[in-house]
């Protein structure tokens, strides 16, 4: 078998010596159709090195996995693979193809005994395929199939082959948060996990969907809205714009970028609290609904609207403890149901149309507005949300919002 590189002025000698000597082992592993010339590759963007081969299914099954982590050194639990879909209809004929012979290609992988080196062929795109080819090879066929295999990946690297081989299929934003967050650290993720957000060891959702975990979307949300709402004094609440904001998603989300850098921003006591009491009110809103079976209102307080607005008065007040307190006790008010689920979607104003389904419901900045108005009542008489609050709440939006237009308009006079 001969080796060689292309682009090779683009290559350090240390490395071209590092991967030729990972393509060796791979070699001597696995079974391949090239036999008599490899030729291994630089992708011109990120610099990795990769060979493109037909490996037999029996080392595909036997020797890979696609139980693949982003960052194996550091966050070895967590994972940046989509969950597989059995019942897709797609795959089902992929299945079905398999167990006919066909031959699948494109399938991309990295080859790396580091971690769970009896594993060494790591599936990053084409989990779908592997399954299949797996289970065609129980009924022994055993054909040869098409990879893109790279070499001695940096975790910037492993995340760019991520994204590119998911760029055929529907990949959703919740997915490419996780990733994206998963290479900045794990700290977002750890900070969930000792609040109770999320469960030990448990990673954010790869999209939200009923009965779905917090996303890094909703997580993200909820502590920009806390910092924002810290930077507003709870005695001008009444006088000023209280919108909160929704982090952007399936990209950079600049605020977020900013805030996330924030000087002891995950060890502040303060924040730590708020997230308990978040994933508290989170755990009683679900756990009252458990046996009544309403999952909209089960899963209300994950509504981005809900959280947006609940983590900003939890900033306004983060310096006024006993109203803190009446915020943070929510959890334990209206009989179970923290958030009278089934008054707020009853909360409407005139100029609503026929089909708003009451507060929590959206994601505009009308009804942020209006829920950052209710949990700021609620917090001032603590007796937990009822119908003439909700509708105070309302009120009371609409009538600062018109306020505020007036001055602007008087400012441009």
Known sequence: MKLGFDHIDQLVVYKQSQVKELVNNFLQEFEIQEKEHITIHTDNKTLAFYIECHIKAKDICN???????????????????????????????????????????????????????????????????????????????????????????????????????????????DLLDRMFETVKGPELRDWCQKCGILEASQDFADKKQRGSQISVRGARTLIVNYVNGKRIKDIEFNIIRTTPAISGTGGVDEEWEIIRQTPKLWTDKKMIEMGKAYAELVASQKKYFSVKENFEFSEKALSYSVLASWAFVAGVLHKNSERLKRHYDLSNRTSGDPLNSSVLAKGRHKTDPENYRGLGTRTDVKDRGRLTELFFLQAEKGTGINKKMVDLAIEKYHAKEANLRVQEMEKKL
Not at 103 to 132: C, M, T, W
């Open 63 to 173: 020797k890979g996995t696609i139980d693949v982590p982003l960052d194996p050194e550091n966050q070895s639990d967590y994972r940046a693979n989509r969950e597989v879909v059995e019942n897709n209809p797609a795959y089902l004929k992929m299945l079905q193809d398999a167990e006919e012979k066909r031959i699948f290609s494109n399938i991309v992988a990295e080859y790396n005994p580091d971690f769970e080196p009896d594993k060494p062929l790591k599936i990053i795109g084409g989990q779908h395929r592997f399954l299949a080819i797996e289970r065609a090879l129980k009924k022994e066929i055993n054909e040869f199939h098409g990879f893109k295999l790279y070499f001695d990946l940096s975790m910037e690297q492993r995340l760019d082959v991520q994204l590119i081989s998911n760029t055929n299929i529907a990949v959703s934003s």
